[in-house]
């Protein structure tokens, strides 16, 4: 192999160590690696996404499998040597892949490392490791998380903290948004099967349809002209609960990517709705998907915690607060969280949640009602949020969510947690804006 190689494992460590050497989001890293190399075989491409996406999921629990076999622990400038252990170490454990396929194909990394050195080391090591019998067990699911995510995790949730981790390592579904107003569901299933492609209708939510085996969007029937979109079904939840009306005026702020802009305007009328973002680039991503359903919505970069610097007078009937957040409710997609995500983000995220909840409760009209969102599965981000929130605004009242099927009540709001009805873990909560003296105990 040589530099700019297109073997996958090859590629797969360049990915991971752009992950966990600098520091750049997964999703990041297989499109930075890919700028210049194309993958032309589909199982080559398949092979590099599956070791860099299961590193990652798994880092953590074949971290603590490796310990054993290392006499010393490797030097911080051999990071590189490590990651190339842990892909050894996952096709071995993980994947369909002859023992001694994997081992000399993760011997041929380090001399493209160019670190010959060490050929016997990660021979001997991974060789070590098939003799005796090393395999992943129920207690890894919980090994694969960083400490002090698993103690977060166990004290929020004592009852389900192990289903927790399990459905973190699972692999997400690829589900579908149906624009039931252009297709039934019904119909988008049998142009799927015309393709080949089995889906099903989600259990619970009514515009969701869940794809057997994932597939390139590109092959989907409808995405192109906006009849069908790729959202979790958890996210597709927010729509409904904003519970707009024609002609209201809607703020969707931290907007982008813009998946639930579009779901508004797909299932509302006349709606006067603004995506906010504070990212110019990522506004641009909201524009690509209101093209992609020939639809319009004033797009603003601005920070919602600032709304003066932005809001030009006109209170707003609804507003969607999908803030910024931990995405722990996410890791079973986004696996490097558990690499990139640090205990003292948690405090940051909360006080940029504050400033921003403060900043768009001024600018919603008295009577309307405000969504609050996360991917998170923290209750410091959730339920404890809200509740200082609540105690904080005399003239706010949290609507109750006790009459839908999804996700679990709590005191205040509702959490989906990871896997519940196959669903990304989420958090909802509704508040009502009333005029001062009016609040109900």
């Not at 992950?19 to 092979?47: E, K, M, Y």
């Not at 029937?221 to 079904?233: M, N, R």
């Not at 409904?240 to 969707?252: A, T």
Request: negative net charge; contains cysteine.
């Amino acid at each position: 192999m040589k530099p700019g190689s297109t073997n996958p494992r090859a590629l797969a460590l360049q990915s991971l160590l752009l992950v966990i050497h600098d520091g750049r989001s997964l999703d990041d890293a297989l499109a930075t690696v890919l700028t210049d190399t194309a993958l032309s075989d589909a199982r080559d491409l398949a092979l590099y996404q599956e070791l860099s996406k299961g590193v990652c999921r798994w880092y953590f629990a074949l971290l603590v499998l490796l310990k054993p076999y290392l006499q010393k622990p490797l030097k911080a400038k051999d990071v590189d040597l490590e990651i190339i252990l842990l892909i050894g170490l996952y096709q071995i454990l993980m994947m369909r892949i002859e023992d001694h396929a994997a081992v000399n194909e993760t011997v041929k990394l380090v001399l493209w490392r160019k670190k010959p050195w060490a050929k016997g080391l990660v021979n001997g090591v991974l060789r070590q490791i098939i003799r005796d019998g090393v395999e992943i067990k129920p207690e890894h699911d919980e090994a694969s998380y960083p400490q002090w995510m698993r103690d977060t995790i166990s004290t929020d949730w004592p009852r389900n903290h192990q289903d927790i981790f399990r459905a973190g390592n699972c692999r997400a579904p690829m589900t579908l948004r149906v624009d039931t107003r252009q297709r039934s569901i019904a119909e988008q299933i049998e142009c799927l099967a015309d393709r080949g492609l089995v889906a099903s209708a989600h259990e619970l939510v009514e515009s969701a349809i869940e794809l057997d085996t994932p597939c390139s969007v590109s092959s989907v029937e409808g995405f192109d002209t906006g009849q069908v979109s790729v959202q979790d079904a958890a996210a597709q939840i927010a729509a409904v609960l904003l519970d707009c009306e024609p002609g209201m005026r809607v703020l969707d702020a931290c907007a982008a990517p813009g998946g639930k802009t579009i779901h508004l305007l797909q299932v509302n009328d006349d709606l006067d709705l603004i995506a906010l973002d504070q990212n110019p680039a990522r506004l641009q991503m909201i524009e690509q998907n209101l093209v992609r359903i020939n639809r319009q919505a004033r797009l603003i970069c601005g920070d919602a915690a600032n709304p003066q610097v932005w809001h030009e007078g006109e209170l707003f009937d609804r507003i969607l607060a999908d803030v910024p957040c931990s995405a722990s409710g996410v890791i079973r997609r986004h696996p490097d969280i558990k690499l990139l995500r640090r205990a003292s983000d948690i405090g940051r995220l909360v006080q940029q949640q504050r400033n921003i909840l403060d900043g768009l409760w001024s600018v919603l009209k008295p009577g309307g009602l405000m969504l609050y969102s996360t991917c998170s599965i923290f209750k410091q981000e959730n339920e404890r949020q809200i509740e200082w929130f609540v105690e904080k605004y005399d003239n706010c009242t949290e609507q109750s969510l006790n009459s839908v099927r999804w996700g679990e009540s709590r005191a205040l709001g509702r959490q989906i947690l990871p896997g519940q009805h196959n669903m990304d873990g989420f958090y909802y909560a509704c508040l009502h804006k009333v005029a001062i003296g009016n609040k109900q105990d």
